[in-house]
């Protein structure tokens, strides 16, 4: 017999959970034996204290076992999946399952909602008129063959201990641990079923993660729960300091989506698409075959008209417009050399794009488009960015978020790759380019380390 406050005693002073104690401690939240309070004070101890490799696993297999797995046998093509930890302008997802799909894959995408300045893919859809996010199981295993692809709302089967978990911690200040994070997604994804997983960590102001060590020491947290499941898993280490694309807002991201499946588009949302798909189709096992081709040949196009078909959805009706613009105009010659991520998202958030609580609704029309990206050269006068959005009364804040987060030099500056590393798995062992923390304890307040 355990005691929820022995478990959170045990953390707090800094030691291993063991196995029986992660098991019982999820199963009992689960069914509301342990209460919120006690998870709240043992997720704050988990942020403080950190958990080892085996605490991760362990925890991460718990929550899977809380609800059922999804058996994705009977699609027949092999499956893969994508997860970003999240961004601004983050929209990839929305040509990249169709072109998976179109190279011969299977991507059951099962997404959730945008919390705070960055998007949630089923906001994006839903500007679609007629679209529909809430499937059955049966549904989605009935679009997965017949389409290749399908993105929905997570189903309340999967995973049912993060659901709870995460809302937790959301309102307790204990999102930001590594550990916590990294069982959260991976419980979900495992219990999706996809036979293999790509995920995009995201590093920079507009990410989860600020700097790029704290997101590759997530990204081998993430790759090595996938070898404990015997899961091939990739992740893509990118950077996110900048919006992705042109277009940060549900509606504006969507007509940005098609832009590419239509051969178009901004050239870091090509790149990153091709970069992830061709990552996808290597995992699922499908060499021959270049995405980079099958996105410009219009056959992605055609892959997402069906699978928004599929949903209730039109893709030929025209997405919802702001009422009002607002256009930013460069002060003077020169280069944009500043478009910070972060006061991108925060200003898109604040004209509506965005929600502060879950059960917010979203003005699918606002958000921010960006005319210049940084690097590009501009005169006095020149539209930079352009605000969209209903009510006069939001243009204020976004105007505020925005003070400070870009700028016009006399240079241009220099930028990263967006594609920084990839860390892969192998179904054995995490392969990395430098030092792993894979032994040690993850997740510690730098205090504690
Ligand atoms: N996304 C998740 O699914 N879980 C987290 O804990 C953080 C981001």
């Given at each position: 017999m355990f005691s929820a406050v022995d478990v959170i005693r045990a953390k707090r002073d800094g030691l291993e959970l063991p196995d029986d104690q992660i098991d019982w401690v999820i199963d009992a939240y689960t069914r509301g034996v342990v209460a919120d309070e006690q998870m709240s004070a043992l997720a704050m101890a988990i942020c403080c204290r950190g958990m080892n490799s085996r605490e991760i696993a362990r925890w991460t297999n718990a929550m899977i076992d809380s609800g059922e797995r999804l058996s994705l046998g009977s699609v027949g093509r092999p499956t893969v999946d994508k997860h970003s930890t999240g961004g601004v302008g983050d929209k990839i997802t929305l040509p990249l399952a169709p072109l998976v799909a179109a190279c011969g894959a299977a991507v059951p995408q099962l997404s959730g909602r945008g919390l705070g300045h960055t998007g949630g893919t089923l906001d994006k859809l839903e500007s679609i008129p007629g679209w529909r996010a809430s499937l059955a199981e049966p549904e989605i295993l009935a679009q997965l063959s017949a389409v290749g692809a399908v993105i929905c709302a997570t189903t309340p089967t999967l995973a049912p201990a993060d659901r709870k978990l995460y809302a937790l911690r959301d309102v307790t200040g204990t999102v930001e641990s590594i550990p916590l994070i990294a069982s959260s997604i991976m419980s979900k994804k495992i219990a999706e079923g996809a036979g293999a997983l790509v995920l995009d960590v995201k590093f920079g102001?507009?990410?989860?993660?600020?700097t790029y060590p704290a997101a590759r020491e997530l990204a081998t947290a993430l790759v090595e729960i996938g070898t404990q499941h015997s899961v091939p898993v990739s992740a893509l280490l990118t950077d996110m300091s900048v919006p992705l694309g042109r277009a940060v807002g549900n509606a504006l991201e969507v007509a940005e989506s098609i832009e590419v499946l239509r051969g178009g588009g901004p050239a870091d949302i090509v790149e990153l698409t091709v970069a992830l798909a061709q990552e996808m189709l290597t995992l699922a096992g499908i060499t021959d075959v270049d995405p980079a081709q099958v996105l410009s040949s219009g056959a992605a196009h055609e892959k997402w008209t069906e699978m928004i078909e599929a949903q209730g959805g039109n893709p030929a009706a025209p997405l919802p417009a702001a009422a009002r613009v607002r256009v930013i105009e460069s002060p003077s010659d020169g280069y944009l050399s500043t478009l910070d991520a972060y006061a991108v998202g925060v200003a898109a958030w604040r004209l509506g794009a965005g929600r502060a609580r879950k059960e917010d609704p979203v003005d699918h029309a606002a958000g921010v488009q960006c005319l210049a990206k940084p690097g590009d050269r501009v005169v006095t006068g020149q539209p930079l960015l352009e605000l969209h959005y209903t009510h006069e009364s939001l243009l204020a804040g976004a105007l505020s978020a925005l003070d400070g987060g870009w700028a016009v030099t006399a240079g241009a500056g220099t930028r990263g790759p967006l594609v920084r590393d990839v860390i892969r798995n192998t179904g054995v062992a995490v392969v990395v380019s430098t030092t792993t923390a894979t032994n040690s304890t993850l997740g510690q307040a730098p205090s504690a380390r």
């Open positions: 102001s507009g990410a989860f993660m600020k």
